[in-house]
């Protein structure tokens, strides 16, 4: 089933269809077969080569994955795989003094996919709503559907940006019926980010007692002078839970790990429906990916040099694109995507799903060097050159 199904309060679905839809999108789940448009992943050498064969470009991930120095650390923490108690490398105060939060303002999560539904599972009882924009990350209104709460879902700004005063209104005029407010940032699926002086209009404009979640899945890769952190938020006692996860710039979306940071009282709320499953390698390998800076810092000058050059190239061929500040980026393609993605698959290159309703925006995933080639040549050969119009880097 394709995944993009808009999430409002008038078109919400309910059952069997909500949800499949639902666990599709889940992180961790078969994303694989989704991509593929298949049932299942059948483990024969012939499905696992198909697999490897495609430049896979549609999920944000990273392609470089877990860092040697990562691998060192995954490798030796196999040696505690038959335990249910070992020495995790002190992965919790680890995350803590990252950010100079205490170890009681984090909560870990078996990714931050983890995390977005713990927070729906505490503040969103059924009836409940979330605040939030669409296109965002769907996840977390596929959620509150699965639980019986809803979504106010609003549109983007004209230049795609997360349209705050309409997401304080909706919260306003809703209080009684508002769990939290969802905030993306920076947006996934249009890669753009809302300043910090934005955020704090959102967070002045509610209530103070409302909770809201502030998604930085892609923080690590933002460049926008504009841009912060929301994490003071918690230290300042504000009810935000910033979710942050090791999936993007660390490379470990198979491994799972990421984590919440909110103020103690709101982590000891959502504990009690954390599962929080985290294997011995996670842990290790989290330990490990905070503790090399060097690593991220070129990960990320990768990541971004790559983008410009992918999205310079698009531009100059004459499309446009929604300048991103993440490991991915929208290309307007002024065709549905739905049929482009299947052109794409025919080329060997899996591409983001539709999310509705920019149907006719690509999301690409920023690769490797020869993945994003392939991904070029393969453009070209589906689109025709329209008038350039030059290129500028995002
Ligand atoms: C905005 C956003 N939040 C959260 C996630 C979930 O990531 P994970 O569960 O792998 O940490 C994703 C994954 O793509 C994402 O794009």
Redesign the pocket.
């Known amino acids: 089933m394709y995944l993009g199904q808009s999430v409002s309060r008038r078109r919400f679905m309910g059952g069997a269809a909500t949800a499949l839809g639902y666990f599709g999108l889940k992180?961790?789940g078969n994303l694989w077969a989704e991509n593929l448009g298949a049932a299942s992943s059948p483990a024969t050498q012939e499905a696992l080569d198909e697999y490897d064969a495609f430049a896979k470009i549609s999920?944000?991930e990273n392609p470089e994955g877990p860092s040697p120095r990562m691998m060192d650390a995954i490798n030796m923490a196999f040696k505690y795989s038959m335990r249910y108690g070992y020495p995790d490398g002190d992965i919790q105060n680890k995350i803590a003094e990252h950010h100079g939060v205490s170890p009681d303002n984090i909560l870990m999560g078996a990714?931050?996919?983890?995390i977005?539904e713990v927070v729906g599972l505490t503040y969103l009882e059924a009836g409940k709503k979330v605040v939030g924009v669409e296109p965002s990350?769907a996840?977390v209104y596929e959620h509150a559907s699965g639980i019986k709460a809803d979504a106010i879902t609003l549109p983007l700004n004209e230049d795609y940006s997360q349209n705050i005063p309409a997401m304080i209104r909706a919260t306003n005029q809703n209080y009684r019926d508002v769990g939290f407010v969802y905030m993306?940032n920076p947006n996934?699926p249009t890669g753009l980010t809302e300043s910090a002086r934005e955020i704090r209009q959102l967070l002045d404009g509610i209530p103070e007692d409302m909770p809201v979640l502030i998604?930085e899945?892609?923080h690590h890769f933002v460049d926008h002078p504009d841009y912060a952190t929301s994490v003071p938020y918690v230290l300042e006692g504000r009810r935000v839970i910033i979710?942050r996860?090791?999936?993007?710039i660390y490379g470990m979306?198979g491994l799972?790990?990421?984590y919440a940071v909110a103020p103690p009282e709101m982590v000891r709320a959502m504990d009690a429906y954390a599962v929080s499953s985290i294997s011995a390698i996670a842990k290790w390998g989290g330990v490990a990916a905070l503790e090399d800076k060097e690593e991220e810092r070129r990960r990320r000058e990768t990541t971004l040099a790559l983008r410009r050059k992918t999205t310079a190239e698009l531009r100059a061929y004459g499309y446009d694109v929604i300048p991103s500040e993440t490991n991915f980026f929208m290309v307007h393609t002024g065709r549905p995507v739905e049929e482009v993605g299947a052109e794409f698959r025919k080329h060997g290159i899996l591409v983001g799903r539709p999310f509705p309703p920019m149907l006719e925006h690509l999301r690409v995933s920023v690769g490797t060097e020869e993945e994003m080639d392939r991904f070029i040549t393969a453009f070209r050969e589906i689109f025709p050159a329209t008038a350039a119009i030059g290129a500028f880097g995002d």
């Not at 990714?111 to 983890?114: A, F, L, M």
């Not at 996860?245 to 993007?248: P, V």
């Open positions: 992180p961790g999920f944000n990714g931050s996919g983890e977005l990350y996840q993306c996934n998604d899945a892609y979710a996860t090791f999936s993007k979306a799972r790990l990421g």
